[in-house]
């Protein structure tokens, strides 16, 4: 049986950001502002189904959002891959915020496998957490 949300990376012409950033934004509500060059800005707008019993973003909905951003800037780059691993670093709750912005920095790669790095802040410039994600090629 075929699957058809899979999507053919390696063959899109230059459409795969695109066709990413779509399907982001339609699963996850994740607006992307910056997608280029390695470099990526994603904003979630907080619901209350984002949020804990202490009206705090789950940490979950923060490692999701990072995740999202990083392999953003790691596509920017014009490469089709995967997450392989991630590191997370949660250093404050913020219970007034109404958006949650990350921004994520592709630091170094080499043949297969690409280093990125990624904060998370409020609406105010608060950072919350930062993430190390190591991503690997398709190809």
Do not use: W
């Not at 619901?47 to 596509?75: Q, S, V, W």
């Not at 670093?89 to 949650?100: A, C, V």
Request: proline share 1%.
């Amino acid at each position: 049986m075929e699957n058809k949300n899979l999507i053919d990376l390696q063959n899109l012409d230059g459409k795969a950001l695109e066709i990413c950033i779509a399907q982001i934004n339609k699963h996850f509500n994740i607006k992307f502002i910056k997608a280029e060059n390695g470099e990526a800005i994603g904003e979630l707008e907080l619901e209350e189904r984002h949020k804990n019993l202490f009206n705090i973003p789950y940490g979950g909905i923060l490692f999701n959002l990072a995740d999202c951003t990083t392999g953003m800037a790691f596509i920017s780059l014009g490469r089709p891959g995967v997450t392989v691993s991630a590191t997370a670093n949660f250093m404050r709750g913020s219970q007034n915020t109404s958006k949650l912005i990350c921004k994520a920095k592709v630091k170094r790669g080499g043949r297969k496998l690409f280093f990125v790095r990624a904060e998370i802040e409020d609406d105010e410039g608060v950072i919350l957490s930062d993430f190390d994600f190591i991503f690997s090629t398709l190809d």
